[in-house]
């Protein structure tokens, strides 16, 4: 996994884990939910995304792409959350979430690559469509400043949908991601008719970093009716009580225009 070099070099000198994250960020919240798994202290760094806490050029310095989470530890810092989840798990191994067969860890890896690659075209644009994109709308001095510090062509073509008044996401591009987001569902649906977890019989890292995004889902009004064992297979783990201090409580906190 890449790290990064941050141009905010204050951060350098952090010592132990600093989380730069967002509440109501499944990205931020399984990094909050593998960091509760294995009882590891951590600082938290509030980002409210709806005042843009996250568009400037301190936090730019930090993290290239402006997005959350952010992990720091002992001054070096990974950005992409899946990463984060490996980094974690490597250099931290006791519990593990890894501990599994070559084919297994194989499997693992791409639960984590797959909810990368959904996490814009899929996840993002439901929410923004059914209910981020309003609170999400910037000022024409905030499109100025984010289109000056962001260099990623994906993040500018993403937030160019509904930077500008009358511009939004549509019922059609829901669909597209409804759409992306139920093939990839369908085959955690069959693969939970025989195993209790997403990887065999062991609860992974790849059930710690999809399982938030289903409550980002349930949030924003997803229809899961046709996926009984995934919802099961949820179930099991939104009781757990690391769950709810990591994801829920943190989904269920007021933060002003939040």
């Excluded at 996490?119 to 499109?143: C, D, L, S, W």
């Excluded at 093939?183 to 065999?200: A, D, P, R």
């Excluded at 009004?221 to 996926?227: K, L, S, T, W």
Aim: glycine share 4%.
């Amino acid at each position: 996994m890449p790290l990064i070099e941050p141009t905010n070099r204050e951060i350098l000198d952090f010592r132990g884990i600093h989380l730069y994250h967002a509440h109501i960020s499944n990205c931020s919240a399984r990094v909050r939910f593998l960091l509760e798994e294995k009882k590891l202290s951590w600082e938290s760094h509030h980002i409210l995304l709806a005042k843009r806490e996250n568009i400037t050029e301190q936090y730019f310095g930090i993290n290239p792409k402006g997005v959350v989470p952010s992990l720091v530890h002992d001054g070096k810092v990974i950005t992409e959350s899946n990463d984060i989840l490996i980094y974690l798990e490597e250099t931290f191994p006791d519990p593990s979430f890894r501990n599994v067969s070559k084919e297994y860890q194989i499997e693992i890896d791409r639960w984590l690559r797959i909810s990368g690659e959904v996490h814009m075209p899929g996840i993002k644009t439901f929410q923004y469509y059914k209910r981020n994109a309003k609170a999400m709308k910037k000022t024409k001095e905030e499109v100025t400043l984010y289109r000056q510090l962001q260099k990623d062509p994906a993040y500018l073509a993403f937030h160019g949908k509904h930077d500008l008044p009358g511009q939004s996401f549509t019922a059609q591009d829901a669909e597209v991601a409804v759409n992306l987001l139920n093939g990839h569902f369908s085959e955690m649906e069959f693969i939970l008719t025989e195993n209790q977890w997403l990887v065999g019989n062991t609860y992974t890292l790849a059930d710690i970093s999809w399982s938030p995004t289903i409550t980002t889902l349930k949030r924003g009004g997803f229809d899961f009716i046709q996926f009984p064992n995934l919802m099961a297979w949820y179930d099991r783990i939104s009781i757990q009580p690391s769950f709810k201090m990591s994801v829920t409580d943190w989904y269920s906190k007021t933060w002003d225009k939040n």
